[in-house]
């Protein structure tokens, strides 16, 4: 997710499919979701993901869920510690934590907050969080808040997850090493940040090493635009309905691709053929998705998890269907589950006749004894 809505929908109806959206994925047997914070620019309406995760917990199961992420220099960084434990306690554990700067600038310009001094407050927050987290007791004055003998007065639930937010610098990569956390790679498959990915992993672990942490494979997450049809033609009529609107909104967020490049095509096949192509995005198939992941997996040496950039490329409806043929076909070919069956299934039929037969030798068997006991009987 962030997740990403075309305006002009009702925010109270959108803000209950995102709700059903994870009870859904919980159902198809997704792993986590990552909810994110955002104030300002009109599709992106999930204010708090703490409040969101709370609301959703109550009507899921399994799956996780992530602040993906929360916005560190809005947040004076006890009462967010404070917010995120008491979190973890009323999801019984299946809370992940997600630090990051701030994404919108429109945010932090409402908050009159600078740009420019986002990642160092990011920095200087997640330094206090991470203590509070370990039960340590704060006294810290910076420009910006005041802890004066902060301890947070119930410890966590749970060894929870916790992720630091990254593009194409290194910098998020660095600061999740420093303190041997995860890393949410959230524009892994843009082709500048993709041709970063081995290197902020590579800095990722190094920085990791050099803070005497050993970081885990497992726990980098790559995200991603996708969505899948059961053809290519039904993925691009789907797409119709919401690709170009998403992709104009963040090309007024978020630095996309070259500057100094052409612009992307007007038209939505060719621009849909020119993602495709690039690896930015998926539009097609099961099998497109497969070679994606596969694709990043290669260019990486492995990861943990792959993440959906949650957003109204197709309608509610086709996008309900774009994850469970995800979870039909795709997350089981990662994880081994349909050979078993596949392999049982062509045994079966390797061998002709032989099991109809033997089923049907039995079955005259027990006709004939019958007819024998009647017989005597008789």
Known sequence: MPPMHKT?????LALQRDLKLLEHLDELGYHEAWIGEHH???????????????????????IKLGTGVNSLPYHHPFMLADRIVMLDHLTRGR??????????????????????????????????????????????????????????????????????????????SKLAGKYGVGLISIAATEPAAFQMLDYNLKVWEDEAQRHGHVVDRSKARLMGPMHIAETMEKARENCRYGLQWIWDYLGHIIPLGDPNGPPPPTDIDDFIDQANESGRMVIGTPDM??????????????????LFMGADMADWHQTLRSYELFAEQVMPHFTGQLAG??????????????????TLGAQLTAIADYEELKAKRS
């Not at 708090?48 to 899921?60: Q, W, Y």
């Not at 069956?341 to 033997?358: E, L, T």
């Open 341 to 358: 069956p596949q392999a049982s299934y062509d045994k079966i039929i390797g061998a002709g006749s032989r099991w109809v037969d033997a």
């Open 8 to 12: 002009g929908v009702n925010p109270t």
């Open 40 to 62: 300002s620019a009109g599709s992106e309406l999930i204010a708090s993901p703490e409040v969101m995760i709370a609301a959703a917990a109550e009507r899921t199961k399994y």
């Open 95 to 172: 809370m992940m934590f997600g630090a990051g700067p701030g994404q919108l600038t429109s945010d932090a310009h409402m908050l009159g907050i600078d740009p420019m001094t986002q990642r160092p407050r990011m920095e200087q927050s997640l330094d206090v969080m991470m203590r509070l987290f370990r039960g340590e007791t704060v006294t810290e004055q910076t420009d910006w808040y005041t802890c004066n003998e902060a301890v947070l007065q119930i410890k966590p639930y749970s060894n929870f997850d916790i992720a630091v937010a990254s593009s194409v610098s290194p910098s998020g």
């Open 289 to 306: 998705a497969i070679a994606q992941i596969e694709r990043l997996q290669e260019k990486t040496g492995g990861f943990g998890c792959y």
